[in-house]
């Protein structure tokens, strides 16, 4: 799946994922989904008990992550997700990476 948009630019947006996501497998879930859908970034563990993941690519691919992140994997219980929309110019993230917790 190509990682850009059709003008040619590269979307990017943070997500926190609250409830119970720490300790079920809900950031290697992530990792797998990301890379299996060419979407760059990072996931990590906040403090909070909270999930942190920076997404990059095109508005489909990031759409297509933000639905997958609200359902989450069985063992997972989503409360909600903020999705912020990060202006460029960004890094670009190669390959999607777990980060340590913050």
Do not use: H
Request: aromatic share 6%; with cysteine; charged share 25%.
């Amino acid at each position: 799946m190509d990682s850009l948009d059709k003008d040619g630019t590269i979307q990017n947006r943070l997500v926190r994922i609250y409830g119970r996501v720490q300790g079920v497998g809900y950031r290697e879930a992530c990792v797998r989904r990301a890379r299996a859908r060419g979407v760059t970034g990072w996931v990590r563990n906040r403090v909070d008990g909270s999930v942190e993941v920076m997404l990059q690519g095109s508005s489909e691919q990031l759409a297509d992550m933000c639905n997958w992140l609200r359902d989450g994997i069985s063992a997972a219980v989503v409360d909600k997700i903020e999705v912020t929309e990060m202006q460029p110019p960004l890094p670009r993230f190669d390959p999607f990476n777990r980060l340590p917790t913050l």
